[in-house]
């Protein structure tokens, strides 16, 4: 080999190897929304999440701005080995540069490490685990929507402030059950409250009543319900056959959609308390989202899970244009870079923990009689402002927040 | 007094919960083995069947105004014909051949069946009342008993009973048996045999259409109510023992309590209990606790 191909050689090398400039790696923004796409979360996120993110895109107007953004969706069934292997499969084949949405927090958590090694981008939306900003933080992730340390402050503090000081509860038996029943003992118990019992049931259980046995016999003021979707309303509905509002003991949802709501109708889940942090009939433009996002999913409005895929995947195009490259830590720099403004959650910040702040609302379920229109079900009780919704920066144990 | 650290009044409320459900799993594994010991279909479609049901008793009260009382009636009777057409269409040719081809079409159908309802409903579910006759419950002492859970139980143990006694007991259930053992010799007696088959399995799924009008004003009427249950009826229907009609009624009842007390010593097996039992049964009786060994 002559010196003069060798030196050549070590050119193509040196440039092949020379970080990435700036651009829009393969000339794509490949987004792919991981959901659960046929179980019990399918229909508080599922294809709705695959819409939001698909009017984030038009409404950005990404052809006309000349990014070529194409949008994959994937089923990955509550599984976190599912979960995985799609994300791989995602980012090592499929040259998918941003993963969307990603319910269940044992997957979130999953897909969040492998981000993580790929150097890619993560939004979650979804998933609730408080840990995805706090020891599982991570350059390449961001909490968008909600998460359980929020809802713990919002709900746990209001009941426990309302009397509500002694608990039971039913935990949904997986990351996102346990990080939720941790973060409202916290607020309980912090607020002079005590914890009388606590049950853990698998995922996706049908059959609550021995469950709600054990509520009754602990004589509880308040049943905590650490779970989600299907879980959530077959425990409400079952609680209703027996009598637990009738007995004196209130059901505190922990985390309750706009769907949910939905399935078991206001007359089962009027009264019920709870923290949401976007809320289809907030104002005019969340209505014009609503209309819109409707007509395009069966005429199911969006819950808070596909507000915040739409916004996150607003601010990330926001943030590739700006940049002109699509690489997973930067473009995720650049996002906690720039201030945050769209139609959904109004103006807001991300922080160095991946945390995106924003107000969250107490809302309550309005009564059959209250509600006017088709999906009027919620009274807005209070707005938590958006510097005390989450858990502060110093307090998550991340190690992205420099002591 | 207590055993283990629970209190013995708490037992006697979940046993009772657990036979409640039992009732269901009794119900569902009954049509099962109806099916599987009269025409050697093993019918993955059960599950879907079920679910069935319980969206034609949501469909009577939106659509037509008939109530639970009307839904338990016609549900049944409705998707027993959906059952009829396909065992004409499609079922009966598969009888000849191994277990194998009538599970993959059944599971497909389940599928497909599944899939369309999703894709039209969702996944979160319907809402279906109570019926108001019996709504609210009693206070036993050791625990609060809705009336409905009562009526679930004691109407299932007697559609179980019944059918146990015709097909037992009766010249009907005898044909039936004998249809089953020798079919070319009963038609020669001159029972008409494939329609007596195509009633049987339009039977076996009417029960499960009932069992999904029971048990909608308990859950939500969801399209993915029966994949959640089919695969649990089965291990019933193992642990029982194929083609056994006493058998799947006890082992229903029985699992069903035995699920219920998991779920206060370790609720976190309470969905993997009856599997740990099958494999039990199945590596010291491979026929099943009341199965006949072939």
Same mark, same amino acid.
């Given at each position: 080999?002559?010196?003069?191909?060798?030196?050549?050689?070590?050119?193509?090398?040196?440039?092949?190897?020379?970080?990435?400039?700036?651009?829009?790696?393969?000339?794509?923004?490949?987004?792919?929304?991981?959901?659960?796409?046929?179980?019990?979360?399918?229909?508080?996120?599922?294809?709705?999440?695959?819409?939001?993110?698909?009017?984030?895109?038009?409404?950005?107007?990404?052809?006309?701005?000349?990014?070529?953004?194409?949008?994959?969706?994937?089923?990955?069934?509550?599984?976190?080995?599912v979960?995985?292997?799609?994300?791989?499969?995602?980012y090592?084949?499929?040259?998918?540069?941003?993963?969307?949405?990603?319910?269940?927090?044992?997957?979130?958590?999953?897909?969040?490490?492998?981000?993580?090694?790929?150097?890619?981008?993560?939004?979650?939306?979804?998933?609730?685990?408080?840990?995805?900003?706090?020891?599982?933080?991570s350059?390449?992730?961001?909490?968008w929507?909600?998460?359980?340390?929020?809802?713990?402050?919002?709900?746990?503090?209001?009941?426990?402030?309302?009397?509500?000081?002694?608990?039971?509860?039913?935990?949904?038996?997986?990351?996102?059950?346990?990080?939720?029943?941790?973060?409202?003992?916290?607020?309980?118990?912090?607020?002079?409250?005590k914890?009388?019992?606590?049950?853990?049931?698998?995922?996706?259980?049908?059959?609550?009543?021995?469950?709600?046995?054990?509520?009754?016999?602990?004589?509880?003021?308040?049943?905590?319900?650490?779970?989600a979707?299907?879980?959530?309303?077959?425990?409400i509905?079952?609680?209703a056959?027996?009598?637990?509002?009738?007995?004196?003991?209130?059901f505190?949802?922990?985390?309750?959609?706009?769907?949910?709501?939905?399935?078991?109708?206001?007359?089962?889940?009027?009264?019920?308390?709870?923290?949401?942090?976007f809320?289809?009939?907030?104002?005019?433009?969340?209505?014009?989202?609503?209309?819109?996002?409707?007509?395009?999913?069966?005429?199911?409005?969006?819950?808070?899970?596909?507000?915040?895929?739409?916004?996150?995947?607003?601010?990330?195009?926001?943030?590739?244009?700006?940049?002109?490259?699509?690489?997973g830590?930067?473009?995720?720099a650049?996002m906690?870079?720039?201030?945050?403004?769209?139609?959904?959650?109004?103006?807001?910040?991300?922080?160095?923990?991946?945390?995106?702040?924003?107000?969250?609302?107490?809302?309550?379920?309005?009564?059959?009689?209250?509600?006017?229109?088709?999906?009027?079900?919620?009274?807005?009780?209070?707005?938590?402002?958006?510097?005390?919704?989450?858990?502060?920066?110093d307090?998550?144990?991340?190690?992205?927040?420099?002591? | 007094?207590?055993?283990?650290?629970?209190?013995?009044?708490?037992?006697?409320?979940?046993? /009772?919960? #657990?036979?409640? =459900?039992?009732? *269901?799993?009794a !119900?569902?594994?009954?049509?099962?083995? &109806? %099916?599987?010991?009269? @025409?050697?279909?093993?019918?993955?479609?059960?599950?879907?069947?079920?679910?069935m049901?319980?969206?034609?008793?949501?469909?009577?009260?939106?659509?037509?105004?008939?109530?639970?009382?009307?839904?338990?009636?016609?549900?049944?009777?409705?998707?027993g014909?959906?059952?009829?057409?396909?065992?004409?269409?499609?079922?009966?040719?598969?009888?000849?051949?191994?277990?194998?081809?009538?599970?993959?079409?059944?599971?497909?159908?389940?599928?497909?069946?599944?899939?369309?309802?999703?894709?039209?409903?969702?996944?979160?579910?319907?809402?279906?009342?109570?019926?108001?006759? /019996?709504? #609210?419950?009693? =206070?036993l002492? *050791?625990?609060? !008993?809705?009336n409905?859970?009562?009526? &679930? %139980?004691?109407?299932? @143990?007697?559609?179980?009973l019944?059918?146990w006694?015709?097909i037992?007991?009766?010249?009907?259930?005898?044909?039936?048996?004998?249809?089953?053992?020798?079919?070319?010799?009963?038609?020669?007696?001159?029972?008409?045999?494939?329609?007596?088959?195509?009633?049987?399995?339009?039977?076996?799924?009417?029960?499960?259409?009932?069992?999904?009008?029971?048990?909608?004003?308990?859950?939500?009427?969801?399209?993915?109510?029966?994949?959640?249950?089919?695969?649990?009826?089965?291990?019933?229907?193992?642990?029982?023992?194929?083609?056994?009609?006493?058998?799947?009624?006890?082992?229903?009842?029985?699992?069903?309590?035995?699920?219920?007390?998991?779920?206060?010593?370790?609720?976190?097996?309470?969905?993997?209990?009856?599997?740990?039992?099958?494999?039990?049964v199945?590596?010291?009786?491979?026929?099943?606790?009341?199965?006949?060994a072939?």
């Amino acid at each position: 080999m002559t010196i003069a191909r060798i030196v050549a050689l070590i050119g193509v090398l040196a440039l092949a190897s020379s970080p990435a400039r700036a651009q829009i790696s393969d000339g794509v923004v490949k987004i792919g929304v991981l959901n659960d796409q046929s179980s019990l979360y399918a229909d508080l996120a599922g294809q709705g999440s695959v819409v939001a993110a698909r009017m984030a895109v038009e409404d950005y107007g990404a052809a006309a701005k000349g990014l070529k953004v194409e949008i994959v969706f994937a089923d990955h069934q509550n599984k976190a080995d599912v979960g995985s292997q799609l994300a791989r499969q995602w980012y090592d084949a499929e040259k998918v540069d941003l993963i969307l949405d990603v319910p269940n927090s044992g997957v979130a958590l999953a897909v969040n490490q492998i981000t993580r090694d790929k150097g890619k981008a993560f939004i979650v939306s979804s998933a609730a685990s408080s840990d995805l900003t706090g020891k599982a933080c991570s350059p390449n992730t961001i909490h968008w929507t909600y998460d359980t340390w929020a809802l713990a402050n919002g709900t746990g503090n209001a009941v426990v402030k309302t009397g509500g000081d002694t608990w039971f509860f039913m935990t949904a038996d997986y990351a996102f059950g346990h990080a939720l029943e941790r973060d409202v003992e916290a607020v309980v118990l912090k607020n002079g409250g005590k914890v009388l019992g606590k049950v853990r049931h698998p995922l996706n259980t049908q059959d609550f009543s021995s469950f709600l046995l054990q509520a009754q016999a602990s004589k509880a003021k308040i049943i905590g319900l650490a779970n989600a979707g299907g879980d959530t309303t077959n425990a409400i509905k079952q609680g209703a056959e027996f009598g637990i509002v009738k007995g004196g003991q209130k059901f505190a949802g922990l985390l309750v959609f706009l769907t949910d709501v939905h399935a078991l109708g206001l007359e089962k889940a009027q009264g019920l308390t709870f923290t949401e942090t976007f809320y289809w009939d907030l104002n005019e433009k969340t209505r014009a989202f609503a209309k819109r996002f409707a007509e395009r999913n069966r005429g199911i409005h969006p819950t808070m899970i596909h507000a915040g895929v739409y916004a996150g995947t607003l601010h990330y195009l926001k943030a590739v244009e700006a940049l002109k490259s699509d690489e997973g830590a930067k473009v995720i720099a650049k996002m906690k870079e720039l201030p945050t403004d769209d139609p959904l959650f109004g103006k807001g910040t991300i922080r160095v923990d991946g945390r995106k702040i924003h107000p969250a609302y107490l809302v309550e379920v309005k009564k059959p009689a209250e509600s006017k229109y088709p999906w009027d079900y919620y009274k807005i009780q209070a707005t938590i402002p958006a510097e005390q919704a989450f858990r502060p920066l110093d307090q998550g144990g991340c190690e992205l927040v420099k002591k | 007094m207590t055993i283990l650290g629970v209190p013995t009044q708490a037992l006697f409320g979940q046993l /009772l919960i #657990g036979l409640i =459900n039992g009732a *269901f799993y009794a !119900l569902l594994s009954l049509g099962l083995s &109806v %099916i599987f010991g009269l @025409l050697n279909i093993i019918n993955f479609t059960h599950g879907a069947q079920y679910m069935m049901g319980a969206f034609v008793a949501y469909f009577l009260l939106q659509w037509a105004g008939l109530g639970y009382w009307w839904a338990l009636l016609i549900a049944p009777v409705v998707v027993g014909i959906t059952g009829i057409v396909l065992e004409r269409t499609m079922l009966k040719r598969l009888y000849q051949l191994d277990h194998l081809y009538g599970l993959l079409l059944t599971f497909g159908f389940a599928l497909i069946i599944q899939g369309l309802f999703r894709h039209e409903y969702g996944s979160s579910g319907l809402p279906y009342s109570m019926p108001r006759e /019996l709504a #609210g419950g009693q =206070n036993l002492g *050791f625990m609060f !008993l809705p009336n409905y859970r009562a009526w &679930v %139980i004691v109407f299932s @143990l007697a559609v179980c009973l019944t059918t146990w006694y015709v097909i037992e007991r009766t010249r009907l259930g005898s044909y039936l048996r004998a249809a089953t053992e020798n079919p070319a010799l009963v038609q020669a007696f001159g029972i008409n045999v494939p329609r007596m088959i195509t009633l049987t399995y339009g039977f076996g799924v009417g029960l499960a259409a009932l069992a999904g009008v029971l048990a909608a004003p308990i859950y939500q009427v969801n399209p993915l109510m029966g994949a959640d249950l089919i695969i649990v009826v089965f291990a019933v229907v193992v642990i029982g023992g194929l083609g056994s009609i006493m058998g799947s009624i006890v082992t229903g009842f029985a699992l069903g309590v035995v699920e219920g007390f998991t779920k206060v010593f370790y609720p976190e097996a309470s969905n993997t209990v009856i599997f740990v039992i099958m494999a039990l049964v199945l590596l010291v009786r491979p026929s099943g606790l009341f199965g006949r060994a072939s």
